[in-house]
DNA sequence: GTCTATATCGGGATAGAC
DNA sequence: GTCTATCCCGATATAGAC
């Protein structure tokens, strides 16, 4: 009632953002992103056609904010360490805000398979070429013959499972939330630290 | 109407786990279920009273038969390098077929993180007990005082995500399940080696 | 135990007043 | 643009014949 004019539409992808969260695709119904927003399903219908245009929309904006960063620092002429401390301190300092985002992602991978196929057609995304890059750069940095594939992989699991796994290392630990931003923070350099110890390790057996 | 007596409860459990796997809880639909073990819906309410019941018995079968194993292979007397390699091994087995298992853990985390308290009394996990062999280990094999939770969130990294990133990377590299099955199988013996690599780098720096 | 038919309800979407 | 009331389909669950 208050603050109208510019608010609705911001109001409602803000609900959905964390209705979608808390429940996945599936499990999320318009009426709690209705509740949550202070305003009633028709609208929601009024300003998205339907349930799906609302999670496209929130999907993507979730999956750019993350992925936007990643795909320039790792096209970049950097040393590939400092493009692993970058790409992860970047990463997780934006994830320690908006830890939703990954789990989010993952869980929209598994619901909606074809939204995933869209945006990675928008993203322009060419893995061949980040491939091939990290092929070479290997091969120059620690001149060792390693699938870069199962490198990428590793980069990428040591970077966001952390993040996704949350709640499971609070738990089985009883960290407090300060404990486990301390953790992120450690990661920073202790991951890079493991990734290039282990490239180097390829050169004496290669 | 051939295969009576002990086959129709089998029948649905392992129809039950196959939907449950492509969609998840809310994703997956009673019909979807039926039509897989070749009965009718009334049926599946006859074995198990409700679509929740059913959930419930295909996710601990599978919870248990997967975390079963890596508790007792962790707290075994071999070499670590050994270890990881039997716990890979064994886990990249049940999750090719069982994917569905790491996602519906995390999604139990977000959704409801008491029952993931719950869970683990009952598995009776000693999280602090494991880092000390673990760092005793790491530092009789490799001979550096490395942070051990770090290590271990690394090896689970590296374990997990990349089962649970399954559709992100068939859709980013168009690869067929094959293809997939393959990259799972090459992880077996390249995870391993690049964790060992990593703390054979520590030694140099300690 | 296994089937067909049906009850019941929840949720996405629309109509139409204001 | 925002609301109330309602449509309508689909999904879980049950009744009851065989």
Known sequence: MVNTQQGTEEKILEAAKKVF???GYEGARMQEIADEAEINKALLHYYFRS??????????????K?????????????????????????????????SYIPWFILNGMYERPDVL????????????????RLRNQIQDEYGSEVNPFHIWLNVLSLSIFPVVAKPLIR???????????????????EVPRFI??????YE???
């Open 51 to 64: 349930k799906e245009n609302l999670f496209e929309a929130v999907f993507k904006d979730a999956f750019f």
């Open 66 to 98: 993350l992925m936007g960063r990643a795909k320039t620092v790792f096209l970049s002429d950097k040393p590939l360490k400092e493009k692993i401390q970058e790409f992860l301190s970047h990463y997780l300092d934006v994830l320690s805000e908006n």
């Open 117 to 132: 196929k869209v945006i990675f057609e928008k993203a322009e995304i060419n893995p061949l070429q980040l491939m091939e």
């Open 196 to 201: 290039t110890n282990a490239l180097k390790g």
């Open 21 to 23: 969260h808390r429940k």
């Open 171 to 189: 738990e089985l630990f009883q960290i407090t939330e300060e404990g486990y931003q301390q953790i992120l923070e450690q990661r920073k350099t």
């Open 204 to 206: 004496e057996n290669s």
